[in-house]
């Protein structure tokens, strides 16, 4: 949350006894620390202003203070060390190297200025704003380079590295009715789980956010509220083959067949795993391994996710991070993610959103119809309030509410607030819902992020208003690293 306004008109150099017009100004130092302060020429460099962390992005600090019209100089006190952010207009002094910003008054205009009004010497001043064309551009030698080392790296790893020191995998019975296998992921919260199928004697599929969403969807065309009798009645198999004919899956007799399940083995590379998963464009996908050739008694050995991978690219690279350029990149300038258009700019992917009072059978036929695995909540400024994520159904097994509710009478607003007192879903991480970034934010920032577990996707806000300006998921960033 925004701190205190300060007022730091005393620090000005202005006539005294004249009224001074006063423009509260944002200073924003989006790069991480434990204590950051602001001191300036308008505080006679002698006063350290606190910056307040901004609420649900940790590492971005802010403050506003009142300033008089007329260029201004300022550095950053970050754990002990003075800083300045080179993303913004700076000049090297005799104090060192400084940001500046200039404040309009009335009839005032920035080439007014002159170096010796700013008493610097070596006068340079670099904008760097990175919406601007300014921004310096990857060559292709070091994209490709980057994405040659990734490559490498994911080739000669296996998903046997993925495997967690102990933990557990849930399977379900495929013959489990969908109520039940529904209680048991909200439950467990877990977001999605394997199917077995006894009498096949193997793994036959999953079941995951998506299918419950559907069903719902389904069982909710009636037009009357659903009922405990209509989820007891439909089994897991059942739905899998209702789905198949749904989406006109059928095998060479005319059968409805369900899609044959992905997944992949302990000693399959990372580099297949991730292609895997984007192209089935699946959450996870089993690692199941069978001693024997006909691939009869396996076992399930994890679920693979992206995140997962993320996480191994992260500890190879952490200490020889200059290895890859591409990391250093901000992500306004990259090719990554679905972004808010401009004005005057089109845009073949737009963004969804939602507003809280929308029904959660709009909210859940936009998930479908635009094929996302989650949609920022924003209000009427477009600032965001929350996320609904399709895991966020499993909130609806909570106290039985979808025997007691109607889609499309419930709001989104409504259906969130079913899960604030469940235990933490999946998808919450440091007791956030909602992960945020900045566009400024580089691409190694983004990544050390969204590799954190339960962490599916980062919304790109503004500072200080957190309006919405995109959002990056994880399966974008892998479709850049790979260059797909």
């Known amino acids: 949350m925004f701190g205190s306004t300060v007022d730091t008109s005393r620090g000005n150099s202005a006539a005294s006894g004249q009224q001074q017009l006063l423009t ?205 009798e209509e989820l007891e009645t439909h089994t897991v ?84 991070s200059s290895s890859l350029p591409i990391l250093q990149q901000p992500i306004c300038s990259i090719p990554l993610g679905t972004w808010v258009p401009r004005i005057g700019e089109s845009s073949s992917k737009p963004l969804a959103t939602l507003r809280p009072h929308a029904s959660l059978g709009s909210a859940l036929s936009l998930l479908v119809q635009a094929g996302v695995s989650s949609i920022p909540v924003v209000d009427d400024n477009d600032s965001l309030i929350d996320i609904y994520s399709r895991s966020d159904i499993t909130a609806l097994a909570k106290d039985k509410a979808y025997a007691q509710i109607h889609l499309d009478d419930m709001t989104v607003h409504q259906a969130l607030q079913l899960g604030q007192d469940a235990s933490p879903p999946y998808g919450i991480f440091n007791g956030q819902r909602c992960h945020m970034c900045l566009r400024s934010d580089s691409l190694g920032k983004v990544i050390e992020r969204l590799a954190n577990p339960g962490v599916r996707r980062l919304v790109i806000v503004e500072a200080g208003s957190k309006r919405v300006e995109g959002i990056i998921s994880l399966s974008d960033v892998f479709r850049f690293l790979l260059g797909l």
């Open 24 to 228: 509260p100004t944002r200073f924003v130092w989006p790069y991480g620390g434990r204590r950051v302060f602001l001191s300036g020429s308008f505080t006679r460099w002698t006063e350290h202003v606190p910056m307040s962390p901004l609420e649900g992005c940790p590492t971005v600090f802010q403050v506003i203070c009142n300033l008089t019209p007329g260029y201004h100089q300022y550095k950053f006190y970050v754990d002990g060390e003075w800083r300045h952010d080179e993303h913004q207009p700076f000049v090297n002094a005799n104090g060192g190297v400084m940001n500046t910003i200039f404040i309009t008054g009335p009839d005032m205009a920035p080439a007014a200025f002159s170096p010796s009004n700013m008493d610097v010497d070596d006068f340079s001043q670099r904008v760097a704003d990175p919406s601007q064309d300014s921004i310096p551009r990857m060559s292709a030698v070091d994209l490709d380079m980057s994405r040659h080392r990734i490559s490498a790296l994911l080739s000669n790893r296996t998903a046997y590295e993925l495997l967690p020191e102990s933990g557990k995998v849930i399977a379900l019975d495929v013959n489990l009715p969908v109520k039940q296998a529904f209680h048991i992921l909200y439950e467990q919260g877990i977001p999605l789980a394997p199917l077995w199928d006894f009498g096949k004697g193997q793994f036959v599929g999953v079941l995951g956010p998506l299918d419950f969403i559907l069903i719902l969807r389904e069982l909710g065309t009636h037009g009357s509220n659903l009922t405990e």
């Open 237 to 320: 198999a059942a739905w899998k083959e209702g789905k198949a004919h749904i989406s006109r899956q059928y095998d060479g007799i005319g059968r409805p067949y369900p899609r044959p399940l992905v997944q992949v083995g302990p000693y399959d590379n990372l580099k297949d795993v991730a292609l895997k998963i984007l192209q089935n464009k699946v959450a996870a996908v089993p690692v199941i391994y069978s001693s024997l050739q006909d691939g009869s008694y396996p076992q399930l050995l994890h679920l693979a996710s992206l995140s997962g991978i993320l996480k191994c690219i992260c500890r190879y690279f952490r200490h020889s």
